[in-house]
T-cell receptor, first 118, second 117 residues
Framework: AQTVTQSQPEMSVQEAETVTLSCTYD???????LFWYKQPPSRQMILVIR??????QNATENRFSVNFQKAAKSFSLKISDSQLGDAAMYFC???????????????FGSGTQLTVLP | DSGVTQTPKHLITATGQRVTLRCSPR?????VYWYQQSLDQGLQFLIQ???????AKGNILERFSAQQFPDLHSELNLSSLELGDSALYFC????????????????FGPGTRLTVL
């Protein structure tokens, strides 16, 4: 079974600065999908960014980018020019590929609570 | 707004009772997933339906059941409720995204907060 580890329960960043949230995962599959979701105080789960493991190019979405290191099984999230609205719990998630026959549910890490300081 | 709706937003009930949580997926999405978020166990997958059929089961208790109807909405039934069932229950839906080529990215509803007293 796949596992996802987020070793930083809490992080803080100054407004306008850059912060990197860490995520590692354990899998024997060669192809898979990785996601970062954000959960603000409203508790809504919001997709931030997604990455296909077969793509070497790191995904970017505006101020959000990832550093995907497949060999190291690492998938960190970088938030540039941090804004007060970025304050939230961030979850890293793993999903198996269709071809594996595995179920397509998401396996989540335990989350990193990000505080943005004004 | 993800396009996934869940009702009710909040539910307070007593131990031993039965409740039904409802989810309407995004328009056109055939897959529905249910997740439970509790303080001690984090986010856990419960069950998946695809076009009315059960596709996968996770850590779902026997007291819990779900179904997906012909109009694709889904219901999660929780019975013989215990204090430990208090949690936030999420529904997510997914489909193939023709524009991006992505398949099965899950978009979450706002959740139903269940409190068992």
């Amino acid at each position: 079974a796949q596992t996802v580890t987020q070793s930083q329960p809490e992080m803080s960043v100054q407004e306008a600065e850059t912060v990197t949230l860490s995520c590692t995962y354990d899998t024997s599959e060669s192809d898979y999908y990785l996601f970062w979701y954000k959960q603000p105080p409203s508790r809504q789960m919001i997709l931030v960014i997604r990455q296909e493991a077969y793509k070497q190019q790191n995904a970017t979405e505006n101020r959000f980018s990832v550093n995907f290191q497949k060999a190291a099984k690492s998938f960190s999230l970088k938030i540039s020019d941090s804004q007060l609205g970025d304050a939230a719990m961030y979850f890293c998630a793993y999903r198996s590929p269709f071809s594996s026959g595995s179920a397509r549910q998401l396996t989540f890490g335990s989350g990193t609570q990000l505080t943005v300081l004004p | 707004d993800s396009g996934v709706t869940q009702t009710p937003k909040h539910l307070i009930t007593a131990t031993g009772q039965r409740v039904t949580l409802r989810c309407s997926p995004r328009s056109g999405d055939l897959s529905v997933y249910w997740y439970q978020q509790s303080l001690d166990q984090g986010l856990q997958f419960l069950i998946q339906y695809y076009n009315g059929e059960e596709r996968a089961k996770g850590n779902i208790l026997e007291r819990f059941s779900a179904q997906q109807f012909p109009d694709l909405h889904s219901e999660l039934n929780l019975s013989s409720l215990e204090l430990g069932d208090s949690a936030l229950y999420f529904c997510a839906s997914s489909s193939y995204e023709r524009e991006t080529g992505w398949a099965d990215t899950q978009y979450f509803g706002p959740g139903t907060r269940l409190t068992v007293l």
